[in-house]
């Protein structure tokens, strides 16, 4: 089954295990402008942001969603990032972690999610001493949240038994 809290699981852990570098991952709620009020996060951070782009009739309360994936990348900093600056390397690490980011999502599918596509990335004004880029991926999944979950159970004097590929048997 495919749904959202999937999706966040799959992708907070991909992010979190496979880059070492990232040490919080969260869901957006523009924590970063809300520093000092917030529960504090040690950077870099990656929080995630999920949006419908389009959502098609699949079934029975089954939709096939084209989702876009907002991922915030906050990487604070005090040093200088400008060309020849002494500590310009440190200063640039968050680009080799964006593009690590890249590496691992773009063109990846999973449990939750396929077809992940990056469609766009841009910086985002903090007012602050930290740099925050989005980068934004397209991926398919299919929302079965709607969908009734069957189990195993007896109705009054009726029980029903699952029989492998075959379908069920009735018993009375």
């Not at 959202?4 to 799959?10: I, M, P």
């Not at 009020?37 to 089954?62: C, I, Q, T, W, Y």
């Amino acid at each position: 089954m495919q749904n959202f809290k999937e999706l966040y699981t799959e992708l907070a852990g991909l992010l979190s295990d496979k880059i070492p570098a990232i040490e919080w991952v969260d869901l957006w709620n523009s924590q970063i402008y809300n520093l000092e009020g917030e529960h504090p996060f040690p950077a870099p951070a990656v929080f995630l942001a999920f949006r419908s782009n389009r959502m098609d009739d699949a079934g029975v309360k089954l939709q096939k969603v084209e989702l876009q994936v907002d991922v915030f990348l906050f990487y604070e900093t005090f040093l200088d990032t400008f060309n020849g600056a002494y500590n310009q390397e440190e200063a640039l690490a968050f680009l080799d972690i964006m593009d690590e980011i890249n590496k691992l999502l773009h063109g990846s599918s999973g449990t939750a999610y396929s077809n992940m596509r990056r469609i766009s990335f841009s910086p985002v004004d903090t007012g602050g001493a930290g740099n925050l880029y989005n980068i934004t991926y397209r991926c398919e999944l299919m929302d079965y949240s709607a969908v009734k979950e069957w189990e195993e159970d007896s109705f009054a004097d009726m029980q029903i038994e699952p029989q492998g590929n075959n379908g069920f048997i009735v018993n009375q």
